[in-house]
């Protein structure tokens, strides 16, 4: 069914790179690698590593035999390989031998899943930059616009919106730069042989893992890791925790989008079968799904870890599927992310009219602050806890509940006159924040 | 990347029922469906249903733009119906009107959903009552075969392989039955129009829904289920326990197939490419990282459960494609499990050999209970505990030491000599156990 | 920390259940019960059975010691056993050799988890149908109280209250009845000796363990089940779906709940540190809390399932945390939500007002099949969305707009001015609905 | 019942941070630090602020009565500070009011939330650096045994025992310093207020932040974070991830300590109830038990992260829990590994004998590699294939297989008298690899 489903959840040029000629493709650029490697230290022929190199193309493997041949086998690599030795052999007979000779299935698939995260990886990086860079600059334009904060949902003190776009922009960098961090970390060659101790490859094992290294532009490790996992579930995580974070633009974008909030909405919304009327913030759904997703996925990848001895039974091929679907999944998520952050459809005055929809409960903390000098923290907040009850009971604004009372009233009325209730006046230091924001985010 | 490893982790017959076509051709069924239902309480002329039928065949569909409307407008209902509409009004413009004329789109794509996760779902029921009584036959042909019983993966006591595997038919079957229980309780009608009310269908909602029913093989729930989804997480949830105890299947194979062990393996096992010797066990393989993976995807499902009022906000979306991937998952474990159990090799001889390798401490439960009538317990545990050291340090036979221990040689002589040490005469109930398995499965 | 949180996040009938007195004393019942069956069938002297049960009692134990020895043992177990028989041999030095003479720590350990899982569970599956009956009685209470309808959190069409509250009520009473099926079903006694063969019993272990599930209201499975977890996976998915369905709930009031949209909010709500104001939706909180974190707690259940041979490696150690982990978490939300639904503050004159916030575009589709028999779907349809256009842009009311538009107002005219923008008239079949759920819960 | 398995799962130095009197101490620690930094910036006085510091003390508070007061209130720091507010009110009345005096509860509890698993987590890693360096002296002392290099647990073909532990070594210090990082990126204060804008502390807001985390010795961040939690998900994933890791090292020994390997074993093992002889691997179950519950812990943390607005209704809370389980399970399997590696007991005979079990299969690379010059790599192949399945069938050794084979023997003759069957002669760069990563380790 995924298919279908990639024009709304995915990313084209994400999925591009996983599609299965890509696979194939990045599969065979990883062994002819290997061979120009091996060439390079003299383990095989040059000419025979440019022959591999020639053959080794996606649009002459038998793709259907390919999957009939990973079943069978139990890896990709297997059939591929035969499949290329077969052409290779017509071509270019005496090159045959030389074809995988000395590495191992795992070395070619760990290898290139490693190119093609890197890949694909790069891509969802720098649209969570162009994300990020957009809600800084949104945060900017909004930064002495008020809105509602609202923890538990309800409605708590006035805020900037720009702050608020300035906490989204500055926790979407900062998972770029840690996605970002956590590819560099894995783009490390992955060649040992059966077990790791690259005997196959006689004394020349770390010189062709260098030259691999090299050809690929990766660098090479200290020792294989076939086995060891850990930086591909790194880059696991940090994906999770970008869906989570891009999940929670989707979410607070809903929220605002609902009819009655209706503070902000997608510039290009969806609509219904049934009714007419509906726009549906359909890009904070795709964030949002993306990030009840990834959690499943960022588990399973943390669940495989432990592989048995030096190749896992089970463990490692529960990894191939995941990766890249994950890796598709946050790149979709980034990519409904930045479209909506592009046209997103901002309403000032309807912030200020939901700010005013509380008889001026929101300022209670506020006015809480401005008493507390005078008779202290817990006559104060006694006091305003009252006058909101009366203001819920009556609807009456709380500045006139709390001008009527004599107690607050000579302590308050320069003040609740003035600035108290002017969400304007209420935004702290919203502004100095946002500058600390686009500042380091520029640094 | 899927496809290509479709071979290794499906099932065909699954896979078909979610590949593209089918997934469209399923939609279409259904809003083709509703027409009828409608037609049937005279909301529609006939004529217009019929017209409706013939036009809804995944032929006609431009799947291409399909995506494209998906992506714009968040679920592929909506450009479905349009395209459909488009086809109907070019054969029987009068019945264009009535395509999708009342229900929603999540009442077209939760219905098909349903109906696809039915046939899928049986699919995979039937495969695991077959792999079920597969254990169950070679639990009675091995019933009085000896094996190493292994806690904490260290031999522990002999049981019967015959009993292993029945207790792994036994749960097979037990998890057979979960899972047709669970599709056959989620087998309801989805239809409630936009929010639920029927209120587009007029009086006739419910008759309606009725008619559906009768047509799709379905029962119709009490209300709609739009946004409460415990069916479908139920369903969800009867396969990742499946998968589980698939999973189990595979890694007590892979645990008998290892070099040292090497009392059972596949009938067909994978290669490798670099390593000519290689055995490998594939399909216990495929079942393991089912096991792995599946645990995210329900729990993907369960995260999806809490909905927003009458739609959830990306929730319902992050179903979509998880729950066919994990029908799909679990699918191919079955299939795999259900081939490993058909041409299972078995060693015997193995077993047996395995089982004298301790040097008779794997007796050392058995000599205990032997000695507590005369001894008492403390006593007879601290004899044998220190019996074992013995021959853990020496390598002589626990019944040679024994019998060179004054206190123990009397008692345990005759005993010693005989059955004691004799891992057929330590089976137990393991029989008796058996046939209550195979006649508990056929009952 | 947790149990400073216990208060917030649990249901202190149910902790009670696992706090460590009651686990001791569950697993010093079960020690016992297993000699009382093996006194029955004349394995052990009646008087030693008597002895035993006389000596297991969680005050005998050093729980200090119990833990220390469960850490170098591996399990509680065997450092209960021993400090049980120490207790014995004091009082009845004879009894002594008899205290778990023939069981294994497994069958002691999960046939007492099976004991408390069955005694919370229950009170799980009782506070579950509370809280359905109580939406039930709501649902009828607000059968006629229109609300707006929505989906992908934007207003929708009008549906009743009552409606929503049904399926809540449906929801809740089917997730009752699947855990109480579940627990029926889990509910066996484990008893199968070192390995499952029961041989420490002589050839009354299927006796034993009879007379074993006499004592302690089990069932006797076929084969015992120490390496095949699936009954408990059962217990825990369905334990995970509820809490999905009660994170649903509070989902929905927290939604309601908001300052903008005030329709309902808790009876007890929460305050704030800072803010006077604050009327926190604690109850719903504590729901959506358990509804994010049973679904990883579930997913461990499944990854623990494919246990290795006889006694899983690390993998029946993952449960015995989570499993009673998952249902205090559970417990706590069923809790929260019964209290929630008992004391729930309805402002049925705020959902009315919501409805009117649109301008009339809630009816947008109901004005739509108004249209269709006279114009077509796709005319209508095309003239409604042109009429939501403008309402949008002017502000004017949908029905103004339509009565303007020479085409729409002749069809609409007798309509528009009665029911079709009157939400009362527009809850389709919503009570007879509301009636199925009623009559099929109390059936 | 987490209590009682503490002793198995814990580590007591990791647990002693997060108990009850620990928490209540670092909430209070964090009230007080706040007021000392509001003096800093003449907020309030020095001596309101030295007030509440002697006041702030876990001794003064009434738990229980801070559980219930959390249960109302929705979390622990406002029944907190009314606890603190009436210590302080009875012996400073004057500095009452200063308490928690422009501050929220999530200020309070994030920071006391990054204070304890900074604490925590530093011990994690510092057990954690302490296994990598065992395992990497084992490294050393092992590099020239040789081991069967077990694939898909087949045997594939040689390895170094050292060069096994240098990938073990080499991983858990990438681990550490993985933690360590993520820690060091988490160590910032959380102060905002009631929504984020410092509002509540006039002008000083980033002051009293700076004064606060100087006291603390906690960054300050661009911004507040209440609803952005990424970088405390991050400490949550490379605790997963050390899981895992931890997990495999457990896997791996268990598997070697198979009664059919017995390569190594725990030095301390644990017993059985039943079974004198046992000597279960305790530790690596604790590791393998951590590593399957991690994910799900993780997986929490993930789907937590799209907290709604500026504080999460439900996803907040979900975290409170789950991150110090994390830390603590975590933490009790690094103890685990640490002290299984400590007292690890190696056989190199066994091993040694297990790499003859094959009769030379696991030789099977190593030959055809050394045929490939002379006959080609397809033709060199299916000679040793033939041959394997020879010694399969026969149980001769394969290299008398080879010798035998008229095509083979003249090729081989000299080697494979030599060092071609020869384990230690078979290891290839082990050793070369074993220095990089001791010296990588060290720089």
Redesign the interface.
């Known amino acids: 069914?995924?298919?279908?489903?990639?024009?709304?959840?995915g990313d084209p040029a994400v999925d591009a790179v996983?599609?299965?000629t890509a696979?194939?493709a990045t599969l065979l650029d990883v062994i002819a690698a290997i061979a120009g490697a091996e060439a390079d230290v003299g383990r095989l022929p040059e000419a025979a590593a440019q022959a591999i190199r020639a053959a080794a193309r996606a649009d002459r493997i038998d793709?259907g035999a390919?999957?009939?041949?990973?079943?069978?086998?139990?890896?990709?690599?297997?059939p591929l390989?035969e499949q290329l030795?077969s052409v290779v052999?017509r071509e270019h007979p005496d090159a045959?031998?030389?074809?995988?000779?000395?590495?191992?299935?795992?070395d070619?698939l760990d290898t290139a899943a490693i190119v093609q995260v890197r890949a694909a990886g790069a891509l969802v990086v720098a649209r969570t930059e162009r994300a990020a860079e957009r809600a800084i600059a949104l945060a900017d334009r909004y930064r002495a616009v008020p809105i509602?904060?609202?923890?538990?949902?309800?409605?708590?003190?006035?805020?900037?919106f720009g702050?608020?776009l300035?906490?989204?922009g500055?926790?979407l960098g900062?998972?770029a730069r840690?996605l970002e961090a956590a590819i560099a970390r894995a783009a490390v060659v992955q060649l040992g042989?059966?077990?790791?101790?690259?005997?196959?490859?006689g004394?020349h094992?770390?010189d062709v893992a260098a030259s691999l290294g090299r050809a690929l532009g990766l660098a090479v490790?200290?020792?294989?890791?076939h086995?060891?996992?850990?930086?591909l579930?790194?880059v696991g995580?940090?994906l999770?925790?970008l869906?989570?974070?891009l999940?929670?633009v989707?979410?607070?974008v809903?929220?605002l989008?609902?009819?009655?909030?209706a503070e902000a909405h997608e510039g290009?919304p969806?609509?219904?079968?049934?009714?007419?009327?509906?726009?549906?913030?359909?890009r904070?759904?795709?964030?949002?799904?993306a990030?009840?997703?990834?959690?499943?996925?960022?588990?399973?990848l943390?669940?495989?870890?432990?592989?048995?001895?030096?190749?896992g039974?089970?463990?490692w091929?529960?990894e191939?599927?995941?990766l890249?679907?994950l890796v598709r999944l946050v790149g979709g998520a980034a990519r409904a992310v930045e479209e909506l952050l592009t046209d997103l459809v901002v309403d000032p005055e309807r912030m200020a009219a939901?700010l005013d929809?509380?008889a001026g409960?929101?300022y209670?903390?506020?006015v809480?602050?401005a008493l507390?000098p005078a008779i202290?923290?817990?006559r104060a907040?006694e006091l305003?806890?009252r006058a909101?009850e009366e203001t819920r009971a009556t609807g009456r604004h709380?500045r006139d509940v709390l001008l009527a009372d004599p107690v607050a009233a000579p302590l308050l009325i320069d003040r609740a006159l003035g600035d108290l209730f002017d969400a304007r006046q209420?935004?702290?230091?919203?502004g100095?924040?946002i500058d600390?924001?686009r500042s380091?985010h520029h640094a």
Chains 1, 2, 3, 4 share one sequence.
């Open positions: 069914m995924s298919e279908l489903l990639d024009g709304l959840f996983f599609n299965s696979t194939v793709f390919l999957a009939a041949g990973a079943g069978a086998s139990g890896n990709l690599a297997i390989v030795t052999a045959a031998q030389y074809v995988h000779q000395s590495a191992t299935s795992q070619v509602a904060g609202r923890t538990w949902l309800q409605q708590a003190t006035p805020t900037s702050l608020k300035a906490m989204t500055d926790a900062r998972c840690r042989g059966a077990t790791g101790t690259l005997a196959a490859f004394d094992g770390l490790p200290s020792v294989p890791w086995a060891h996992r850990d930086r579930a790194d995580a940090a999770g925790i869906a989570g974070t999940g929670k989707g979410r607070d809903g929220l989008a609902q009819t009655e909030v290009s969806g609509g219904s079968s049934a009714m007419p009327q509906k726009r549906n913030p359909v904070a759904a795709v964030a949002i799904a990030a009840v997703r990834a959690p499943g996925l960022v588990a399973t943390l669940a495989a870890l432990p592989q048995e001895h030096e190749r039974l089970g463990t091929p529960a191939w599927e995941t890249p679907a939901n929809r509380s409960l929101i209670a903390e506020a809480t602050m507390v202290g923290k817990p907040r305003v806890r909101c709380l209420s935004l702290g230091l919203a100095a924040m600390r924001v380091d």
